[in-house]
């Protein structure tokens, strides 16, 4: 629109405009406003996008490292003869229970890994509630794993592995997003998944061929 201006013909900007060179001149600077305005909202929509992304990989590298962390403890199960299932419970950026399975060492139904993590969140708060705490387990909680969290009102919950024979965070029930009840809990699932899965498919698959040989 500028380069209109300066290439117009000298002595034009003193002529009395035209009402239909005014309504034009009008027009055209409804048009720039109507752009810029545009512009601003892409731009402002680019950067909230942005921004997302950006909480979107901070949260996913967070729970990757504590994944992590749940996964050296299935580790630790497989070590001794046990299903290898971790879990570990964290609340503002420290860990404050560590639990893996001890079912077969402790003769004991409870000895699940998130109970073990859930006692030890609770001695170290000194409160059975956990709330602002989040549960990292390798593979989904059952019944009495996903209830204990949810009595415990622990804010969030992050899953490795599905487990489709026995879970109750979506698979069989979702005790975490049941309205019925006081307390919901926030769920992501699949984080690192396919590494929490593969420690069990390796762990059943050498079970099986020690007991062929
Ligand atoms: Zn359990």
């Known amino acids: 629109m500028e380069t209109e201006k300066r290439?117009?013909?000298?002595?034009?900007?003193?002529?009395?405009?035209?009402?239909?060179?005014?309504?034009?001149e009008q027009a055209r600077f409804k048009q720039l406003a109507y752009e810029r305005?545009?512009?601003?909202?892409?731009?402002?929509?680019?950067?909230?996008?942005?921004?997302?992304?950006?909480?979107?990989?901070?949260?996913?590298?967070?729970?990757?490292?504590?994944?992590?962390?749940?996964?050296?403890l299935a580790e630790k199960a497989a070590a001794i003869g046990e299903v290898p299932i971790g879990c570990v419970i964290v609340k503002d950026g420290q860990i404050v229970?560590?639990?893996?399975n001890r079912r077969n060492a402790e003769k004991s139904v409870l000895?699940?890994?998130?109970?073990?993590?859930?006692?030890?969140?609770?001695?170290?708060?000194?409160?059975w509630r956990l709330s602002g705490c989040t549960i990292y387990v390798t593979l989904e909680p059952c019944q009495m794993c996903a209830g204990a969290c949810v009595q415990a009102r622990i804010d969030r919950a992050v899953i490795g592995a599905m487990n489709p024979k026995a879970g109750c965070a979506g698979s069989i029930l979702?005790?975490?997003?049941?309205?019925?009840?006081?307390?919901?809990?926030?769920?992501?699932?699949?984080?690192l998944g396919e590494e929490c899965a593969a420690l069990l498919r390796?762990?059943?698959l050498r079970l099986r061929t020690e007991k062929t040989d």
């Open 7 to 24: 290439e117009a013909p000298a002595g034009e900007a003193d002529r009395e405009k035209t009402p239909e060179e005014r309504a034009q």
């Open 37 to 72: 305005r545009r512009q601003r909202r892409e731009q402002k929509r680019a950067e909230e996008e942005a921004a997302a992304r950006e909480q979107k990989s901070r949260t996913l590298a967070g729970d990757e490292r504590y994944m992590r962390e749940a996964i050296c």
């Open 97 to 100: 229970g560590r639990g893996y």
């Open 111 to 127: 000895g699940h890994a998130e109970i073990a993590a859930i006692r030890m969140a609770s001695e170290k708060l000194s409160d």
């Open 174 to 191: 979702n005790l975490f997003d049941e309205k019925r009840f006081n307390h919901q809990i926030d769920t992501t699932c699949g984080v």
């Open 202 to 204: 390796n762990f059943f």
